[in-house]
């Protein structure tokens, strides 16, 4: 009987710790896949920074660098440069890349770094308890706005892909989702795209991944991906900023 459905080679057959409803492992999976299918298993080097990814060498079979806080961009630089035939890739949380990671993003887009970064906007602080992010949203509530952020007290939630968008050597953005089958095939589409842009040279590629934390939102996984859908994506349009018709 012909196997039809099976896991990546390039994804470890290991139990992942994050929560039930935590929509992590479906990107994992997508990443593992698309490394698979682009047969670069052995020259892929994925740079892990502070966030509930931190451990995310734990789960993949290529090489993996813990970096600090918000600094995946800056080794993931070094470390391309060092070794430009390798495909590099950053997985970065909304805290980490838009907080305390915003310049060394904005600077390896500036750059045209020949990275690939895989961002998940779940709108909040998650390994640290659920505080606000520079992803959440107007109203939100978060441990550290507990009646809901104020546009006034705390600003505007940070839209990365538009951001990113005008600067010059960023050239293949998209965001995209994993709240239901259609979305996941897309995200994986889009995922393996931005690697092929990364393989061809191209310059800076990014892939925005919206996604759920139902622990820190205080909901159950189905509840989860309704306030993804009736929330997030009004406020985060799904689609191409950059690239799209950029041949690889």
């Known amino acids: 009987m012909p196997i039809v459905f099976e896991r990546p080679h390039a994804l470890k057959d290991v139990s992942m710790h994050y929560c039930p409803g935590c929509t992590h492992g479906i990107v994992h999976r997508l990443i ?13 080097i994925g740079i892990s920074p502070v966030g509930c990814t931190y451990n995310n060498y734990e789960y993949f079979n290529c090489d993996m660098v813990q970096a600090a806080h918000g600094r995946a961009p800056a080794v993931g630089t070094g470390v391309k440069r060092a070794n430009p035939e390798n495909v590099v890739f950053t997985y970065q949380g909304d805290g980490d890349l838009a ?11 500036a750059r045209g770094e020949k990275i690939t970064t895989i961002f998940v ?63 996941i095939k897309n995200a994986k589409q889009a995922i393996k795209k931005a690697f092929q842009v990364q393989i061809a040279k191209k310059g800076f590629s990014l892939v925005e991944i919206l996604s759920t934390c139902p622990t820190n939102w ?11 859908q009736d929330n997030m ?3 985060y349009p799904l689609g ?7 041949e690889v």
């Open 233 to 235: 994506m009004p406020h």
């Open 121 to 183: 906007n779940n709108a909040i602080y998650g390994m640290t308890s659920g505080q606000m992010a520079p992803t959440t949203l107007i109203n939100q509530v978060t441990m550290t706005t507990p009646f809901g952020r104020s546009a006034e007290a705390h600003g505007f939630p940070i839209k990365v892909c538009e951001m990113l968008s005008s600067l010059e050597g960023a050239v293949y953005l998209e965001r995209v989702a994993v709240n239901d089958i259609k979305n």
């Open 240 to 246: 191409n900023f950059k690239g799209k018709d950029l």
């Open 99 to 109: 907080a305390i990671g915003t310049a060394e993003i904005v600077h390896a887009a």
């Open 32 to 44: 593992a896949e698309v490394i698979d299918e682009l047969q670069i298993e052995g020259k892929t």
């Open 218 to 228: 205080g909901l159950n996984p189905i509840e989860a991906i309704k306030w993804l």
